[in-house]
């Protein structure tokens, strides 16, 4: 089944357009590091021939700590992707978590992303639907795959078509995830794109005490199994060191389910035969 296709920019996603790349790291540290980060995965993504959206969090609202690090916040981190989108040409998604966000992250953002625990959130979902810019809705951890359609109505009533679907795994238990992959095509029946969050479907949330685990080690083998599913897109938060701390000890957010950024050329040419192989873009 050919999803509908949703314009970001210059790039299409679904529609039986090519597999598109979402990703960058889970949180923004810095101006620099955005850069730098956004530039070389650019680079791996237009060798690759694969269309690329940066992602990273101005915020991570929802953290397992008080002193966990949340990213530098709204307005910074708000000026960080405009100048990341601005310098190196790329569409930028980000996660908004309150209904005052919506106006200044829609100015910036190519893309408003809801994060999964707040997929169920009504006046958020309505307010992010009211700016007419993609809306990639992350499926909660307690959300049956058939019930995302009621989120899909409530962003049609505000007459926005452009809706991204993401799989991001399902509570199993205490602190463990699984992922249904026939949850990716009970969605893609819905006739909007579907994305894959490879690593976020490996998080051990709340795992380790204070913060959330991760199985880094799971992320490119539950990629593969996506794409050869048929999703639209992929979603993967990277980082050239996720195991590092920052500058005043903290872990990074995410760290443990984060790709190496390293891993990701070769993991790219995988997908994009396994999707040749299907005899798609």
């Not at 990273?56 to 307005?75: I, M, T």
């Not at 409530?154 to 205490?174: D, Q, W």
């Amino acid at each position: 089944m050919t999803t509908r296709p949703v314009a970001v920019g210059s790039i299409t996603i679904g529609g039986g357009a090519p597999l598109v790349l979402i990703g960058g790291p889970c949180a923004i540290e810095n101006e620099r590091h955005a850069l730098m980060t956004a530039e070389r995965l650019a680079v791996i993504a237009a060798d690759c021939r694969v269309p690329f959206i940066y992602k990273s969090s101005y915020d991570k609202a929802n953290r397992s700590s008080v002193n966990s690090y949340r990213g530098p916040g709204l307005v910074e981190g708000l000026r960080i992707l405009r100048k990341v989108r601005d310098t190196l040409r790329l569409p930028v998604l980000s996660d908004i978590h309150q209904v005052s966000e919506v106006d200044p992250a829609a100015e910036v953002l190519d893309v408003l992303q809801i994060p999964a625990f707040l997929c169920r959130q009504t006046d958020l979902i309505l307010a992010a639907a009211a700016t007419g810019k993609p809306v990639n809705v992350k499926k909660g951890q307690f959300v049956a795959p058939r019930d995302m359609r009621n989120v899909v109505d409530k962003i049609l009533s505000k007459g926005n078509e452009a809706i991204l679907l993401t799989e991001r795994g399902a509570s199993f238990g205490y602190n463990n995830l699984v992922v249904d992959m026939r949850g990716l095509q009970i969605m893609r029946d819905f006739g909007y794109p579907v994305v894959f969050d490879a690593t976020h479907s490996v998080q051990l949330p709340g795992g380790a005490g204070d913060r959330s685990g991760g199985e880094r080690r799971y992320v490119q083998g539950l990629a593969r199994a996506a794409v050869a599913f048929g999703v639209d897109a992929l979603f993967m938060e990277m980082h050239e060191d996720p195991d590092r701390t920052l500058p005043d000890g903290r872990p990074l957010s995410d760290g443990p389910n984060m790709l190496r950024i390293d891993d990701l050329p070769r993991l790219l040419d995988h997908l994009l035969a396994i999707r040749a192989s299907l005899g798609e873009a």
